[in-house]
């Protein structure tokens, strides 16, 4: 029995994989039920990385029936509102990219899976090992399970990485102050215009403002701030200084979110972390790779749990070995990821940053 510890695209897709492949996998997850809280944005879904392990997980049609290609729009402009790119997609473009809801990837996820495969509001405090191989995995709400391979799908703050090494994440130097306007096209027909139906970036000296059309209609703001100490909380007037000298229109933006303000400061794991193996017990996503959010973080949790589910499929009865084939490609791969990520953060965090990412998105 293989237990997955998180429920997010990374721990999801692994457990998929694994009930295609007929091996037995369990999720637990600390929410209390799939509707417990909101899942965020959406996640744009690479060919080769996440749609690779869709493909794998028979769920390819699924995927397509929701993903939005015309999410794949894109405009960028700088602070003083001069546009400098925009790429609307065309009706046959092909699906390179396309966003999705998280919401949307969950539940097709979710709904690919066996009764009884997911076990909600189950929180995990701890595991020792098991006499024998394998682990006894602890839940905050006093209950136990065993399994004979413990995978940490659990996220930034991954309790199961501290069995395996005491590097935790780290400030990244960014904060992004998150709101939503909802049913925009009703509510505020000229700025979701002004957004269009993908991302639209508006670049500064050391911030972006950066809104995004969702499925339900919705557009989610980021005010997003690099600076070496993090804004700890945002109200209306401290977002309005920060904005200073920004065109009226992204001040618009902004004011048009319904508060409060979620602020949420960037944390990231050391660019090549790994980790010295033990028995029955391996991480995926972002518990094992925390990298800056520039669009690769889901995918690559999703290409791990395609790769460890082809490495257990590959070898059922020895799980071990099965982790020896995946880590330290995982591993490298995630290094190389992590630092490319790592120098796009920085191009969007410089003095003329605006002018560095469009020659970036033009080259
Ligand atoms: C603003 C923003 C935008 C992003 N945009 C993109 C994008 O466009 N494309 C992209 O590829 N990536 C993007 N990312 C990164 C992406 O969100 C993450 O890399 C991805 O969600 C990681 O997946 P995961 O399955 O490893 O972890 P998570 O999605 O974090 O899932 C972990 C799961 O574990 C559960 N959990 C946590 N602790 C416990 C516990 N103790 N017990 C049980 N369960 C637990 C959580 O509730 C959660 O369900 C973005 C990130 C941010 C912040």
Not at 193 to 201: E, P
């Amino acid at each position: 029995m293989i237990a997955i510890i998180g429920a997010g695209p990374g721990g999801l897709t692994l457990a998929r994989i694994l009930h295609v492949h007929g091996v037995d996998a369990v999720v637990y997850e600390r929410d209390a039920s799939r509707a417990a809280r909101t899942q965020g944005g959406m996640l744009d879904l690479h060919t080769d990385t996440g749609q690779l392990a869709l493909r794998e997980a028979g769920l390819e049609e699924q995927f397509l029936a929701v993903a939005r290609r015309e999410g794949q729009d894109f405009r960028l402009l700088d602070h003083t509102g001069t546009l400098l790119l925009q790429e609307d997609t065309p009706d046959d473009a092909p699906m390179a990219r396309p966003e999705i809801d998280r919401t949307d990837l969950r539940d097709l996820l979710l709904d690919s899976l066996p009764a009884g495969a997911i076990f909600w509001g189950r929180s995990f405090a701890g595991a020792d090992p098991r006499p024998g191989g394998g682990y006894v995995v602890r839940f905050a709400d006093g209950t136990s399970a065993e399994c004979d391979l413990l995978v940490g799908a659990d996220g930034a703050n991954s309790g199961v990485r501290a069995l395996l090494t005491d590097v935790r994440p780290t400030y990244a130097g960014t904060t992004a102050i998150e709101g939503s306007i909802h049913d925009a096209d009703r509510t505020q027909p000229e700025l979701a215009a002004m957004v269009g139906r993908g991302n639209y970036w508006a670049i500064g000296p050391s911030q972006t403002v950066a809104a995004q059309r969702n499925g339900d209609g919705t557009i989610r703001v980021g005010l997003v701030v690099h600076r070496p100490e993090p804004v700890l909380d945002a109200d209306p007037a401290t977002i309005a200084a920060l904005l200073d000298g920004w065109h009226p229109r992204f001040h618009r933006l902004v004011e048009a979110c319904e508060l409060p303000f979620v602020v949420r400061q960037t944390h990231v794991l050391p660019i090549d972390m790994t980790w010295s193996p033990r028995p029955g017990i391996t991480l995926l996503g972002d518990a094992a790779h925390l990298m800056p959010p520039v669009g690769e973080g889901a995918n690559q949790a999703m290409l791990d749990a395609a790769e460890l589910g082809r490495a257990v499929a590959a070898n059922p009865d020895d799980l071990d070995k099965a982790v020896a084939v995946y880590e330290p490609v995982m591993q490298t791969r995630c290094a190389a990821v992590a630092k490319r990520s790592a120098a796009v953060a920085r191009l969007m965090s410089g003095p003329d940053a605006a002018q560095e990412m469009l020659k970036f998105f033009q080259g």
